[in-house]
């Protein structure tokens, strides 16, 4: 499965694979993505 982490949400489009948006103030109020909030997390969920 492709990953992409990013923290904004118009590089989402068009991906198929399973997108982590990284939490910035510029998307709080995002809600429709898997949100993580560190490299912590990150590797929490991968490794």
Do not use: C
């Amino acid at each position: 499965v492709d990953i992409i982490i990013d923290d904004r949400i118009k590089n989402f489009v068009n991906f198929s694979g399973r997108p982590l948006l990284f939490t910035s103030p510029h998307n709080l109020l995002v809600t429709e993505y898997e949100r993580v909030n560190n490299w912590e997390e990150v590797a929490g969920l991968l490794l």
